[in-house]
């Protein structure tokens, strides 16, 4: 089913898919939640959700890129997915969903070790 993603949609991911994917990688229990500002991310039910779920959160600063892996994930993926031929909307679904697949644990913790201002603002919280 294709849907566009908004808040609700957003929502949706974050209970049904947040905790088995900390869980998968070893995390669970042991980690900061974060997420970018998109606007559908800083709508005030996904704010409430965030806050009533996931105590430990890193708040995004606007414009900064080295504080915020998932820009650095989205590169990975912008750059990996023009690589393949697509044919149509089904295969770039397609396309995206295994390349997000081929990211590795390994590579979302390099990028969390390769973020040295991330350990200074816990800290100061």
Known sequence: MDVIMNHIVYLDILHNSLIESAKNLGLYGNFIFQHDNDPK???RNVKMCCLFHYKQQLHTPLQSPDMNIIENLWST????????K??????????WQEEWGKISSDITK???ESAPRLE????AK
């Open 86 to 95: 697509i044919r149509n909307k089904a295969h770039l679904k397609q396309v």
């Open 77 to 84: 993926l912008e750059t990996a997915v023009p690589k393949h």
């Open 110 to 112: 390099k990028l969390v």
């Open 41 to 43: 991310h800083t709508a």
């Open 120 to 123: 200074d603002v816990i800290k």
